[in-house]
């Protein structure tokens, strides 16, 4: 039998489906059915060699909570990035997965694509994103005043170094200052006319296959812009985990908040669903399995 290189198997789990990236990693990792039973069963769960039979040739789905339980255990005891199998199950996860979307699908500016080229490619196909949490922070005049980003990718193959962040402010307004944290900015590129800045992130090295690298960046803004009353991120691929947060001066509270989603930039941006501050003037949304797209989160002051 064909051995399962740890590129494969990342291909297989970024893009599914299901069965066959379970059936995979079972290969790749040498481990019989047998022992993944006994392994589940050390940890209180259990599940058939009938049931993991048929998980792994796609005859049956795992559905249930204690199914879903299991499923979790086996990306521990797989040596797996967290969520990478669950996220597979997700409904229409598969029809999601497939090829790049380009960045102009996303970003509408004309200047996105010019930016992007000057600085170079990044290698970002050979990125994958497990997770993103987005934090937006906005002013008592109901203004951005700071974008921060965490991110954790896990390199396919090896070599890779860099990664472009790209940030639109919904006035076209540019940054008036910038942090990074585990990385370093590179080249960076703005539009004035567009508020569009494409910044490039560089590691402190070239990353192993299947190495991970955790990085946080974030633009600031100086709290003259007018009122925002929507941000988002557009995902030019399938990611495993999505965080956004949005914390709201105590002046500036929102009346509704709503989480948003639309498939590019020309199609209508559409409620997916309502969302309630806390009582510390904070409203999130977080994901599993995000679809390639725009993901984001509106609100209205009155």
């Given at each position: 039998?064909?051995?399962?290189?740890?590129?494969?198997?990342?291909?297989?789990?970024?893009?599914?489906?299901?069965?066959?990236?379970?059936?995979?990693?079972?290969?790749?990792?040498?481990?019989?059915?047998?022992?993944?039973?006994?392994?589940?069963?050390?940890?209180?769960?259990?599940?058939?060699?009938?049931?993991?039979?048929?998980?792994?040739?796609?005859?049956?789905?795992?559905?249930?909570?204690?199914?879903?339980?299991?499923?979790?255990?086996?990306?521990?005891?797989?040596?797996?990035?967290?969520?990478?199998?669950?996220?597979?199950?997700?409904?229409?996860?598969?029809?999601?997965?497939?090829?790049?979307?380009?960045?102009?699908?996303?970003?509408?500016?004309?200047?996105?694509?010019?930016?992007?080229?000057?600085?170079?490619?990044?290698?970002?196909?050979?990125?994958?994103?497990?997770?993103?949490?987005?934090?937006?922070?906005?002013?008592?005049?109901?203004?951005?005043?700071?974008?921060?980003?965490?991110?954790?990718?896990?390199?396919?193959?090896?070599?890779?170094?860099?990664?472009?962040?790209?940030?639109?402010?919904?006035?076209?307004?540019?940054?008036?200052?910038?942090?990074?944290?585990?990385?370093?900015?590179?080249?960076?590129?703005?539009?004035?006319?567009?508020?569009?800045?494409?910044?490039?992130?560089?590691?402190?090295?070239?990353?192993?296959?299947?190495?991970?690298?955790?990085?946080?960046?974030?633009?600031?803004?100086?709290?003259?812009?007018?009122?925002?009353?929507?941000?988002?991120?557009?995902?030019?691929?399938?990611?495993?985990?999505?965080?956004?947060?949005v914390r709201f001066h105590p002046a500036a509270l929102p009346a509704r908040c709503y989480r948003t989603w639309r498939p590019d930039a020309q199609t209508a941006l559409k409620d997916a669903a309502d969302l309630r501050p806390s009582s510390y003037h904070s409203v999130h949304f977080i994901e599993f399995?995000?679809?390639?797209?725009?993901?984001?989160?509106?609100?209205?002051?009155?």
């Amino acid at each position: 039998m064909q051995s399962v290189t740890e590129d494969d198997l990342l291909q297989m789990l970024q893009y599914g489906p299901f069965n066959v990236a379970l059936h995979a990693a079972i290969q790749a990792r040498g481990l019989s059915l047998e022992a993944l039973r006994r392994r589940l069963e050390e940890q209180g769960i259990a599940v058939s060699l009938s049931t993991l039979s048929y998980w792994q040739r796609g005859r049956t789905r795992p559905e249930r909570a204690d199914s879903l339980r299991a499923v979790r255990a086996l990306e521990m005891i797989l040596a797996l990035p967290r969520h990478s199998l669950v996220t597979l199950l997700r409904p229409g996860s598969e029809r999601a997965a497939g090829p790049w979307l380009p960045v102009e699908a996303l970003c509408p500016e004309p200047g996105v694509r010019d930016l992007m080229e000057e600085i170079g490619e990044p290698g970002e196909r050979r990125l994958t994103g497990l997770s993103l949490h987005d934090q937006h922070t906005i002013g008592p005049r109901r203004e951005l005043r700071e974008v921060r980003s965490r991110a954790v990718f896990q390199a396919q193959q090896r070599g890779v170094d860099r990664w472009i962040a790209v940030y639109h402010h919904p006035h076209g307004l540019l940054p008036s200052s910038r942090t990074a944290r585990g990385c370093r900015f590179g080249r960076v590129r703005a539009d004035e006319a567009s508020g569009l800045i494409a910044a490039e992130l560089l590691f402190d090295r070239a990353l192993g296959r299947g190495e991970t690298y955790l990085l946080e960046y974030g633009f600031g803004f100086d709290g003259t812009g007018p009122p925002v009353s929507e941000e988002g991120r557009g995902f030019r691929t399938p990611q495993h985990e999505f965080l956004m947060e949005v914390r709201f001066h105590p002046a500036a509270l929102p009346a509704r908040c709503y989480r948003t989603w639309r498939p590019d930039a020309q199609t209508a941006l559409k409620d997916a669903a309502d969302l309630r501050p806390s009582s510390y003037h904070s409203v999130h949304f977080i994901e599993f399995g995000v679809a390639a797209g725009y993901h984001g989160m509106r609100w209205e002051w009155d």
